[in-house]
């Protein structure tokens, strides 16, 4: 049912809408190979007058809407990709693409702005320039940054930025806002540990890799323990360790992969430089060696949301629901968002909006999640009220 405060423009859009996002929920498709979901964002904003880029970040699509004289540029993101997931949700739209699934609810966000893009080019009441963002890639595959280097904001230049995502937990359709840092940096780090091989009844003529690596992982819960300040964010994951393949083989080489994550630049490089020199000094005691490598392109800076865009996001939602529409007790993520590239070069804002807190209720990346219907025309109403507030 439709909630009392979404606009009677998007309300009346509710049902096209919902099947939409079905139909995108249906189709999924991975990081860069966005290729029927950029078609259909692309044809819908042609068909409302929009003038449409495509191929920023391969699969991207940008949508441009002028109207009136003024010379502000508001720009909305909404991400497209989906995830290698079997989806188990059991829903008669589930995806028909198997071992693809939208599970971070990445069709919804597309379809709340898709909602918005057609009621603003429908009701034209803003004054200025809307940018519509339509981004790739954004599980971990660096989309926002390929429509960087794409030339995005030397194409489509913007006052302000912003983008939302949904998050299950929080109250359905209730919105957060954080100023400063709200999402973490990743990094993604791998070590590679050198031993001697041998066989496994003569360890003493072997330099064993697993003892070292093994060694590695317990001393590595030092550096967040004992390095970090205890009043800082840090998160010191190891995810992966692959060594060996036979019981009485004593491997020469182990493998260890990291996942890195602070709120603040100077312990993000902590972090790494102690995992190094534990890695190193670890492996040295076993007499094996470690290098420690960090992965360029799957390095994401801490998401930073500018106070003053903050500010002026929470006030259009305040004004619009109350102080009751909001969460109250917003505080930072360790999960990232690589929006957080995108407001390295301009100033916004990135907001969530709860997906429901019901019991039974799937996180993200959860092969039982789904996205919150509940939340389509709410989102989009926000994204009408943002657009007509930073373009009066
Ligand atoms: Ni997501």
């Given amino acids: 049912m439709t909630q009392p405060c979404v606009l009677p423009g998007i309300a009346a859009l509710e049902e096209e809408m919902i099947a939409l996002r079905r139909h995108l929920h249906a189709h ?17 904003l042609e068909e409302w007058g929009y003038e449409v880029h495509r191929g920023l970040g391969g699969t991207g699509v940008v949508g441009r ?22 989806e188990q949700t059991g829903l008669p739209y589930a995806s028909r693409n198997q071992g693809v699934m939208h599970a971070c609810g990445h069709d919804g966000h597309t379809a709340i702005l898709l909602a918005a893009a057609k009621h603003l080019a429908r009701s034209r009441e803003f004054d200025g320039t809307l940018v ?99 009043l800082d964010c840090a998160v010191v994951s190891v995810g992966s360790f692959h060594a060996g393949i036979a019981p009485n083989v004593i491997p ?32 040295a005691s076993f007499g094996a060696t470690a290098t420690v490598e960090v992965d360029e392109a799957q390095r994401f800076p801490a998401l930073i949301n500018d106070a003053k865009s903050t500010a002026f996001a929470r ?43 019901g019991e039974g209720g799937c996180m993200v990346h959860n092969p039982g999640y789904d996205f919150n219907d509940d939340c389509l025309a709410l989102g989009a109403s926000y994204w009408v009220r943002l657009v007509e507030s930073f373009l009066a």
């Fill in 28 to 44: 999924p498709e991975l990081s860069f190979e966005e290729f029927a979901t950029s078609d259909l964002v692309a044809a819908r």
């Fill in 65 to 86: 809407l002028r109207l009136g004289s003024g010379n502000k540029v508001i720009g909305l993101r909404a991400d497209m990709d989906a995830l290698p997931i079997v």
């Fill in 132 to 230: 519509l963002i339509f981004q790739p890639a954004e599980e971990g595959d660096g989309g926002a940054r390929r429509m960087l280097e794409d030339g995005l904001f030397e194409l489509f230049p913007c006052d302000a930025i912003f983008a939302l995502h949904n998050m299950p937990g929080l109250p359905t359709g209730k919105f957060g806002f954080l100023p400063g840092p709200f999402m973490a940096s990743t990094d993604t780090l791998t070590i590679s540990v050198k031993g001697v091989g041998g066989h496994g009844a003569m360890p003493h003529k072997a330099t064993d890799a697993i003892l070292a690596g093994a060694a590695i992982v317990q001393a590595l819960q030092s550096v967040v323990s004992r390095n970090v300040n205890p």
């Fill in 252 to 283: 020469d080489h182990a493998e260890l992969q990291l996942s890195v994550r602070a709120l603040k630049p100077e312990v993000r490089d902590l972090l790494i430089e102690r995992i190094s020199a534990v890695a190193q000094a670890q492996a």
């Fill in 315 to 357: 006030q259009v939602a305040e004004d619009w629901l109350g102080a009751d529409g909001l969460v109250t007790d917003m505080a930072p993520l360790t999960g990232s968002e690589d929006f957080a590239v995108m407001l390295e070069q301009c100033p916004g804002c990135y907001l969530l909006i709860g997906n429901g807190d």
